[in-house]
């Protein structure tokens, strides 16, 4: 189960909130129950105009009824931004901490070039050491300028003169109302 919450609240604060949700874990005799805190970190988007959340990690083996009642009296605390209970397998456990920004301490450390895995993309130091002489750019210039005149085609488009009212009519607004009425009329009589 993920907890997270507010980004506001002091830390012991969020121990006393920590206690509480441990406290109703407990109450539904789960067994095995582990809490990793992963410390606060920016939300994806703000959720009740708050930001940064503390992101709380509960492992623990329970009932499959008490865990739906788990987590609807777990939903109903006012301080919980947010509340994920999944199954996971225990052997395939991951330890992550959150971190605030890319270059903080606790953050993964990026891989190497030489570690990251290659994809088709050209290799761009042997395009450098390709390099043309100007003579040889001039050329390749003017044989693409040669290869996109060959390929434009010139269409003409024929305007067609707008006609323009020379008078201008005008109507009362009963007129437009008997207009209207007529209209809507004709499309009731369609339907």
């Not at 330890?95 to 030489?114: C, N, Q, R, V």
């Not at 761009?124 to 750019?137: A, F, G, I, P, Q």
Request: glycine share 2%; charged share 40%; with cysteine.
């Amino acid at each position: 189960m993920l907890c997270v919450l507010p980004g506001t609240m002091t830390e012991e604060e969020v121990k006393s909130d920590v206690d509480l949700v441990s406290q109703s874990v407990a109450k539904y005799e789960a067994s095995d129950v582990t809490i990793e805190d992963m410390g606060k970190s920016r939300l994806a988007y703000p959720i009740k105009h708050i930001r940064y959340g503390y992101f709380q990690l509960y492992r623990f083996n329970l009932e499959e009824e008490n865990i739906t009642k788990l987590e609807k009296e777990l939903r109903l605390m006012d301080k919980m931004l947010r509340i994920t209970v999944s199954v996971c397998d225990p052997s395939n456990t991951v330890s992550y901490k959150l971190a605030l920004d890319p270059t903080a301490p606790s953050a993964p450390p990026k891989a190497d070039k030489e570690d990251r895995p290659r994809t088709n993309r050209t290799n761009r130091t042997e395009e450098k050491k390709e390099e043309k002489t100007s003579d040889e750019v001039k050329e390749t210039v003017e044989e693409k300028k040669e290869e996109v005149k060959e390929e434009v085609v010139v269409e003409k488009t024929v305007e067609k003169p707008v006609e323009e009212k020379s008078e201008k009519t005008k109507m009362s607004v009963e007129d437009i109302d008997k207009k209207l009425d007529e209209i809507l009329q004709d499309d009731i009589d369609k339907v």
